[in-house]
């Protein structure tokens, strides 16, 4: 035992390039089984930690509404805290509020709030309330009902309140302490059909002692009991689930608590949530575990191949055993004795090192401070390859003891007739890869499955057997053929004639597919989260607004009037299209619009193509006056009415001007006290009196329009009047023509109207209004309603124009049309809906802009930046990053492998450059016939490696889905490879593996001198 450990550490240090080659191979494929099923678990729990950290509170806390009875508000507050925090899960102590019943006065319905401390968590303009009587209004609500600091407000039966400070909504990071920050919405009155709504501002901020002054009877008032979810690092499903029951226990009837009754009010999704972890639990593991085994494999294959060339080196060593008379047991015992020796060194440093890889990638890429977990797959998993890398130290030294006396004399390996085992299992490796890459091609688009990321492993090892058959084939087939070239010959021969060239073609084909696969779904993937995060949360920061659409739009142009930070976006849903409501000429400057939506029209050509192509005149002031000009006919006397929309978002306002008789040129004056901070002309209609249907044949100019006696400059050249696309006699109104005024003035517009008898009223509006609105269609969204709109809207059936198709639109997905607000409603009145409606926010805003929104009742409720990081924490995504390491893993393995096995075969290669020079070859032709030997065997191998790697992307990118959000308005996976990642990967294998040719050819020539055969002779 002494003599043969001897031996084999003599064996092992005389071929220490291959010794440590093999130890690296076997410490990294233990490490990649080991750190499959970790990365695996860590994956599962950083969702977990993600997902319930990023969600609102109301989706993940507990609620309860307790009313006191007879207790006193202190009393009652103790009660309901001690009461719930014994509600067992991961939950904060109770938080609580005290809120009173809704009061109605004719100036809105008004609610008191009193929370302990809550002054230390707003931002309070002038003094905090100290007594009862004493309270602080949102800022918004005292801008809108001028009201001042230090005013008095009468608030039916909550009695008379003096108002000492205003306050802005908490930002998010008071979102702890309040709990859920959309309990300060302010709701502005709105007209609806369904009826009309009333004021509500956001809850009066007082003290406790205020509530003990209130008649119970008159108005009621009770004590909101909050608990947000914990959510340290090392949460665990188990405790998620307990949560979970927890909160389901709250739906029962009220129970009777002291004096008064507990009831829970809990929202909770924490079932939906829990249900998406197991979802991605069961993804990564058939995510990662793809991952690690071609990881595995190609580091297999490259041991194979190092350990074969060992076992080939000893061939001597071997031989002369076998004429000693060892039998055949102590020639397999010889012959396993060095990689077994390897295997031993190399298992304890490949668990360290995959435990080592395995804390890293949580460090690096998962929520910090989750704990790193070890569970026993990881063990299982690193000692089944230990025993396949036996298995494979067994198959490469079977393959060296099979050999013949003179195969061993001879020093090099034949080509020899491929045995009936080996066509088997090629033959079943290409069944398999064609049946796997049909059936993928076959599936519908769905969640990732083992198929999908099986197929690139597959295809790789079927493309590097047909390069290496293919090399061998066509390297025989020119040997041949006559041919004038030396290197050309010399190179063909030996390819032909030693089955070492050939080799390494399989493993470094399988590494490049996979480097070329991992590289590519890795960055179609991030631009595909990229997209979806873009349809979620549009911009950098999304606020959610209280105030209906044409409010928001209103604020955001007051607040932010050129238009550098913030842009309004609502949705409109009728019974046929959805739309995607945007100011579409704050979108390139506001809005996220990934590349990937509309390859090459930008942003800002999109908005171009959707806006109004004129801009409506603005007027401010008290009074406006018009001339008209009427040549012709007129059944009676024309009135002309102007529809003005106010600044403040309210319903459009009219002023009626005329009469102005037929064959005269008449001014008329009217006043518009609303329009005293502003309004826009929308439109001019002109008919009867209040705009009645008249029978006319005319020509009807109007000019000089004036507003408190100043002109209106440009008032309709550059404001693109035409025909009402919703006109009810749009044929009687023949050319509309716009003259510029001189100087200043206003211009002059010329209608001509002829109804033919009929009564009619001629519709015109401004902004260039086309007959249909030109919208961004997603690809897979509705353009024609069916039957009919919305009832909840008074925006009926209108024609679409699909100007623009997008892979997603906003806050919609591919299932959207997005319009512009101005577009929609210049010649339309849309009624609000119970959709929400958003403020969006470049991150640059300024803090002023910022509180201006807080001011108005506006909260945060996303950012891009956390819908990117909740995404990229999914089990996929994390699995796609693993995938780029593995690429990158297996370019260095099949690098590192490819400089072993040439520096291995350099001996053999200086025999057969030695035997050129010594017959008179030029130093310069045998050069050339390595490197073209190389350059065939490596370029066969790049060329297959990319083909592979290429159509496994493309393929499984068309069939599979990424991600767990809705599918509905989830934008599509484009399957599509970037030429420029491509032509980058192919220089980058032909620099790497073009210079492994080089140096071997260079160090071949070098040493290629008659003394190589004298040595070799003796």
């Not at 000492?164 to 920050?181: A, H, K, M, Q």
Request: aromatic share 4%; charged share 15%; proline share 6%.
């Amino acid at each position: 035992m002494r003599t043969l450990l001897a031996t084999v550490l003599r064996g092992l240090r005389s071929r220490a390039l291959l010794s440590g080659g093999s130890v690296l191979l076997l410490a990294l494929a233990i490490g990649s089984a080991v750190l499959g099923p970790v990365f695996s678990a860590a994956v599962t729990s950083s969702y977990l930690v993600t997902r319930l950290d990023e969600a609102p509170n109301r989706l993940t806390g507990l609620s309860w509404v307790y009313q006191p009875g007879a207790a006193a508000p202190s009393v009652a507050r103790g009660i309901a805290a001690q009461v719930t925090a014994a509600y067992d899960g991961p939950f904060a102590t109770p938080q609580t509020t005290l809120l009173t019943e809704q009061s109605p006065t004719p100036a809105g319905v008004w609610r008191l709030t009193a929370a302990l401390e809550a002054c230390e968590h707003l931002e309070v303009t002038g003094a905090c309330p100290e007594q009862p009587g004493e309270v602080l209004m949102l800022a918004g609500d005292a801008e809108f009902t001028s009201t001042e600091i230090g005013e008095t407000l009468d608030l039916g039966a909550l009695g008379e309140h003096r108002v000492v400070g205003t306050y802005r909504v908490p930002d998010v990071s008071e979102e702890d302490f309040w709990f859920d920050l959309t309990r300060f919405a302010s709701i502005p009155p709105a007209e609806r059909r369904a009826g009309n709504i009333p004021y509500q501002p956001a809850p009066l901020v007082t003290v406790e002692d205020a509530f003990a002054a209130l008649e119970v009877a008159a108005v009621g008032w009770s004590v909101l009991v909050d608990r947000r979810l914990e959510v340290p690092p090392d949460l665990s499903l188990a405790d998620t689930e307990q949560a979970e029951r927890t909160a389901a226990g709250l739906d029962g009837p009220p129970r009777e608590v002291g004096e008064g009754t507990l009831t829970g009010r809990s929202i909770s999704d924490l079932g939906t949530i829990l249900d998406e972890t197991r979802e991605q639990q069961q993804t990564a593991r058939a995510s990662v575990t793809p991952a690690v085994v071609s990881l595995v494999l190609v580091a297999l294959a490259l041991l194979l191949r190092l350990l074969t060339a060992a076992a080939e080196l000893r061939l001597p060593e071997l031989a002369l055993a076998s004429l000693r008379g060892l039998g055949r047991r102590r020639m397999w015992s010889l012959g396993l004795s060095e990689p077994l020796v390897l295997l031993v060194a190399a298992v304890p440093l490949g668990g360290a090192l995959g435990i080592a890889a395995a804390l890293a990638l949580v460090r690096a890429w998962l929520v910090p401070g989750l704990p790193l977990p070890l569970p026993w797959e990881a063990l299982a998993a690193g000692g089944l390859v230990a025993l396949a890398s036996v298995g494979v130290a067994v198959a490469s030294v079977g393959l060296v003891l099979r050999t013949t006396l003179a195969e061993q004399l001879a020093g090099v390996r034949r080509p020899k007739r491929t045995g009936r085992v080996a066509v088997v299992a090629q033959l079943v490796l290409v069944a398999a890869a064609v049946m796997v890459l049909l059936s993928t091609l076959s599936a519908a688009p769905g969640d990732p499955d083992v198929t999908d990321l099986v197929l690139p492993v597959l295809l790789a090892v079927v493309a590097g057997l047909a390069a290496t058959r293919a090399t061998a084939w066509l390297a025989g087939r020119w040997t041949r053929r006559r041919t004038r070239s030396l290197p050309g010959f010399v190179a063909a021969r030996a390819l032909s004639r030693r089955t070492e060239g050939t080799l390494v073609v399989l493993p470094v084909t399988a590494a490049l597919a996979i480097c070329v696969f991992g590289a590519g779904v890795h960055d179609s993937a991030a631009e595909w989260r990229a997209s979806v995060a873009a349809t979620r949360a549009p911009a950098d920061v999304v606020w959610r607004s209280s105030l209906p659409l044409d409010q928001t739009v209103d604020l955001t142009h007051r607040i932010d009037p050129e238009g550098r930070w913030l842009m309004a976006a609502g949705t409109l849903v009728t019974q046929g299209p959805t739309y995607a409501v945007v100011d579409a000429p704050r979108l390139d400057r506001v809005a996220a619009w990934p590349d990937q939506w509309t390859p090459g029209t930008s942003a800002a050509e999109v908005a171009r193509r959707i806006e109004p192509q004129g801009t409506p005149p603005q007027l401010a002031g008290t009074s406006v006056r018009l001339t008209a000009t009427v040549d012709g006919t007129t059944e009676r006397d024309l009135s002309v009415r102007l529809r003005l929309d106010g600044t403040g978002g309210d319903r459009p306002r009219y002023a009626f001007l005329g009469p102005f008789p037929a064959g005269r040129t008449t001014t008329v004056t009217e006043p518009v006290p609303f329009c005293r901070d502003g309004c826009e002309l929308d439109a001019i209609t002109l008919g009867g009196a209040a705009a009645l249907p008249v029978a006319m044949d005319a020509v009807v100019t109007l000019e000089d329009l004036r507003v408190d006696d100043e002109p209106v400059t440009d008032a309709f050249v550059g404001a693109g009047w035409v025909r009402s696309p919703t006109a009810t006699a749009e044929a009687a109104v023949g050319a509309v023509e716009a003259t510029s005024g001189s100087g200043s003035g206003s211009g002059s517009l010329a209608v001509s109207v002829d109804s033919e008898g009929t009564p009619v009223i001629a519709q015109l509006v401004a902004g260039a209004l086309p007959a249909a609105l030109p919208v961004v269609a997603g690809l897979d969204a509705v353009t024609s309603a069916q039957g009919g709109s919305s009832s909840m809207t008074s925006a009926l059936t209108f024609p679409v124009d699909p100007v623009v198709e997008a892979g997603s639109v906003p806050l919609l997905g591919p299932i959207g049309l997005m319009v512009d607000h101005g577009m929609l409603t210049l010649d339309r009145e849309v009624y609000e809906q119970d959709a929400p409606v958003y403020v969006l926010a470049r991150g640059d805003t300024p803090a002023a802009v910022q509180d201006a929104l807080r001011d108005r009742g506006a909260s945060v409720e996303t950012t891009l930046e956390d819908v990117r990081r909740t995404l990229d924490q999914g089990a996929y995504a994390l699995a796609l990053r693993l995938y780029a390491v593995v690429a990158a893993l297996v370019l260095l393995m099949a690098l590192a492998g490819l400089v072993v096995s040439t520096a291995v075969q350099l001996p053999s290669r200086r025999r057969d450059a030695a035997s050129l020079r010594v017959v008179g070859v030029p130093r310069r032709s045998v050069a050339a016939a390595v490197v073209l030997e190389l350059a065939v065997v490596l370029g066969s191998t790049a060329v297959a490696g990319l083909a592979a790697g290429s159509l496994a992307q493309y393929v499984v990118l068309r069939t599979v889905t990424l991600g767990t959000v809705d599918t509905v308005t989830t934008p599509a996976l484009v399957a599509s490879i970037d030429p420029a990642r491509l032509v980058l990967l192919a220089l980058l294998a032909a620099v790497l593996l073009g210079t492994v040719a080089l140096v071997s050819a260079v160090l071949t020539v070098r040493g290629a001198r008659g003394s190589t055969l004298r040595e070799t002779a003796r």
